[in-house]
């Protein structure tokens, strides 16, 4: 099982989110992914990201994060398939724009935020709060629907739109941390 030492609450994520949103400049409400990827290459010089062929992940893996601890130089690896729909307006760009935020915020969490993950005995899944994919989507999530701006948005399909997400994404958002201040 593979957990952090820190637990990473909902409101702790929205700040975290709001700091990387100021440190990259992004204003608007929809983020242009690929923009933001160039962004972290030239604002971060130890954050590094590779296109990949489809080939070299499994079909079921959207992205990676390699934090390469003892070269110090992080990497994103997204597929091929994944960049150009988030760079598209298609059926899975929504999932796809997260999928690369999500490595995205692995990286802050990890790199910056010193969340990272351990490998604990065991069997079994760690709190939510602990689980390191639930708090890079936390932070993904909230990149892309900054809760400050969206919080009046109680409609998925106006949710997806608006913020460039996917349906499951802005009805996860909305059923569950609508409330959430």
Not at 5 to 30: M, P, Q, T, V
Not at 35 to 59: A, Q, S
Not at 67 to 77: A, G, L, R, S
Not at 98 to 103: D, K, R
Request: charged letters at 30%; aromatic letters at 12%.
């Amino acid at each position: 099982m593979v957990e952090t030492k820190d637990s990473l609450s909902r409101k702790k994520a929205r700040a975290i989110a709001n700091f990387i949103r100021g440190l990259l400049g992004i204003n608007e409400l929809y983020v242009d992914v690929p923009r933001m990827l160039e962004k972290m290459t030239k604002e971060f010089p130890d954050f590094n990201y590779e296109i990949v062929e489809d080939e070299e992940l499994p079909e079921s893996v959207y992205g990676t994060f390699i934090p390469n601890y003892e070269t110090n130089q992080p990497v994103v690896k997204i597929p091929n398939r994944v960049y150009l729909a988030a760079c598209s307006n298609g059926s899975t760009s929504g999932r796809d724009r997260m999928t690369i935020v999500h490595e995205i915020a692995h990286y802050f969490l990890i790199i910056y935020f010193k969340f990272k993950p351990i490998e604990k005995l065991g069997r079994g899944r760690p709190s939510k709060s602990n689980d390191p994919e639930w708090q890079a989507m936390a932070v993904a999530g909230e990149i892309l629907m900054p809760f400050e701006e969206t919080e009046h948005i109680n409609d998925p399909y106006e949710l997806t739109k608006t913020c460039g997400v996917s349906f499951d994404a802005a009805s996860y958002r909305i059923n569950k941390y609508a409330k959430t201040k």
